[in-house]
């Protein structure tokens, strides 16, 4: 379930384009994360690196898509180490080793449409916030410089954020 | 909080549920893995047989094949098995050693029927390696020994030779698990009983070779991979004893003799 709606304030060209890009990142993690879980961490890790003093609009999509990336690294890591006591130990393939990897493989694919889907949507300025990912990301991302990029820098004349990150939401 | 950790809840129990719920298909049917299985068993089998026939003699003789095809014949009758999936060769070679190849072949050495002093001794030894095949001990050892991504490279054919050397020499020359080797001993007991073929002949065929002197241990492969000999004598005999056994004689005596010296003059 995701929720679409608006941001506490309005974030400008640069931070959605930024939010926007930490999607894209996710895809490719994805993308690389499901025979290799190694890329999840990474991007989860690199997410976190890149984004720690950014604007809180590209901060908050960066740590969805990080908790999100976190989820699949977990379910990635467990298929791909009864894949390798399979391949490499005494291990069979059985029902349950296949119906897990059928599990993980439509956990991936939704993961996909829906990290797709809100990359197009940051990047117009719509607040995506996804179920239970992003009540998460509420609760972990750091409220001081709560406040639009342009405003760190002394060029924002609007009012001060509320504690609630969507506005006029609506769900999907 | 108490949102979010319900929300956490939810999302772990639907995973697990979409599991579960994917686990009731029989995904081992539908996608053809125990075909695809049995394919590689076969190819496997076949290539580590290649390297068998070259390296010893294959005996052909009417008087060594036609007895060995007697027990197997009788075992496989007493126990509903498919003898034509079955293949049985002998090798001429002095060491005391059988083992089973992933194509439902058993290979057995001239040594080791040579060793035997009776049909149930060599029966027993026979019986014994069915129930490697049949409890599937047999790629579970090679899996164990070298990874399924090694003897699937080999059927492909895009391994060397030197591996399947190895592949040989495991099947060959290493040991079973100490585990599968007692299912296996049970299962060659209910197999020979089933056949009316005297289950002792196992027993004291494992005790005899157990008792030899060191220095001819060296001939006995069959005892090094297959340990714990006198311990699993031992518990075979105490079984035996339990058993109400009828056992009628599969060869004529003239014809063990003819397979006996057929052995030691070519």
Excluded at chain 1, 38 to 53: D, E, H, Q
Excluded at chain 2, 161 to 168: C, H, K, P, S
Aim: net charge neutral; charged share 20%.
């Amino acid at each position: 379930m995701i929720i679409v709606g608006k941001f506490v304030y309005e974030p400008n060209e640069y931070e959605t384009e930024k939010a926007s890009n930490s999607y894209l990142m996710s895809v490719v993690a994805i993308l690389a994360g499901l025979p290799m879980p190694i890329f999840n961490l990474v991007a989860t890790l690199g997410f976190w690196a890149a984004n720690r003093k950014s604007p809180y609009f590209v901060r908050w999509h960066c740590n969805q898509a990080l908790l999100s990336q976190f989820s699949l690294l977990i379910m990635n890591g467990a298929g791909f180490w009864w894949t390798m006591t399979i391949l490499f130990g005494s291990a069979t393939i059985t029902n349950y080793y296949l119906a897990y990897i059928a599990t993980i493989l439509l956990y991936n694919l939704g993961e996909f449409i829906v990290t797709v889907f809100s990359a197009s949507k940051t990047r117009k300025g719509i607040h995506v916030q996804w179920w239970f990912y992003g009540t998460l990301t509420n609760l972990i991302t750091s409220e001081k410089d709560k406040k639009p990029g342009y405003l760190k820098y002394g060029h924002y004349h609007g009012n001060a954020p509320s504690l609630n990150s969507t506005q006029n939401s609506e769900s999907i | 909080m108490r949102k979010i950790i319900f929300q956490g809840l939810v999302v772990v129990l639907l995973f697990f549920a979409t599991w579960l719920l994917l686990s009731q298909v029989n995904w081992v049917r539908v996608l053809r893995i125990k075909q695809m299985t049995q394919t590689t068993e076969e190819k496997l089998g076949e290539l580590l047989w290649e390297i068998f026939r070259k390296s010893d003699k294959v005996m052909e003789d009417a008087d060594v094949v036609q007895p060995l095809d007697s027990l197997l014949a009788r075992i496989c009758d007493g126990n509903g098995f498919d003898k034509d999936l079955l293949q049985l060769h002998v090798l001429k070679r002095d060491e005391v050693n059988a083992f089973a190849l992933p194509n439902r072949t058993v290979v057995i050495y001239s040594g080791l029927i040579a060793a035997c002093d009776n049909e149930s001794e060599l029966a027993g030894v026979i019986a014994h390696e069915l129930a490697h095949i049949q409890l599937n001990h047999v790629m579970k050892k090679l899996i164990k020994e070298v990874g399924l991504s090694v003897i699937i490279s080999a059927t492909t054919g895009n391994t060397g030779a030197d591996v399947m050397r190895e592949l040989a020499r495991v099947l060959s020359s290493s040991a079973y698990d100490r585990g599968l080797e007692r299912e296996a001993d049970r299962t060659a007991l209910r197999y020979l009983e089933k056949a009316e073929i005297d289950p002792e002949g196992l027993a004291t065929f494992l005790f005899k070779l157990s008792q030899e002197e060191p220095s001819v241990m060296k001939n006995l492969a069959w005892i090094s991979t297959h340990p714990d000999t006198e311990e699993r004598a031992r518990n075979l005999m105490q079984k035996i004893d339990e058993m109400d056994l009828e056992p009628r004689p599969v060869l004529k005596p003239e014809t063990w003799e003819r397979l006996q010296a057929a052995l030691s003059e070519r």
